[in-house]
Nanobody
């Protein structure tokens, strides 16, 4: 199983970024495989940002990102996305894709998001 995160960068407050997580090594469209995004800021614990089920019909967000972030997935491309709009300085963190596959935890390598003017 491999999760490859990308799309991070430097953006001004109020700006947007789209993160991608390319998955391989398992059947991405399997109904058991929920995909998630987490983030970790310096000195803080890793926190869940958004979760999406296989069909995309069940989605959850952290309260801090509701209305600004959108998680989606393309099962044909084995990819999950995180569209981040109206970014705030407090959104700055390393963002990680996560999946629980065959009783194991898998994380992407992380992609840095910096929000600064």
């Amino acid at each position: 199983v491999q999760l490859l995160d990308s799309g991070g960068g430097l953006v001004q407050p109020g700006g947007s970024l789209r993160l991608s997580c390319a998955a391989s090594g398992f059947t991405f469209s399997n109904s058991n495989y929920v995909m998630s995004w987490y983030r970790q800021a310096p000195g803080k614990e890793r926190e869940m940002v958004a979760i999406i089920d296989t069909s995309g019909s069940s989605i959850q967000y952290a309260d801090s990102v509701k209305g600004r972030f959108t998680i989606s997935r393309d099962n044909a491309k084995n990819t999950v996305y995180l569209q981040m709009n109206s970014l705030k300085p407090e959104d700055a963190a390393v963002y990680y894709c996560y999946a629980y596959i065959h009783f194991n935890n898998y994380w992407g390598q992380g992609t840095q998001v910096t929000v600064s003017s």
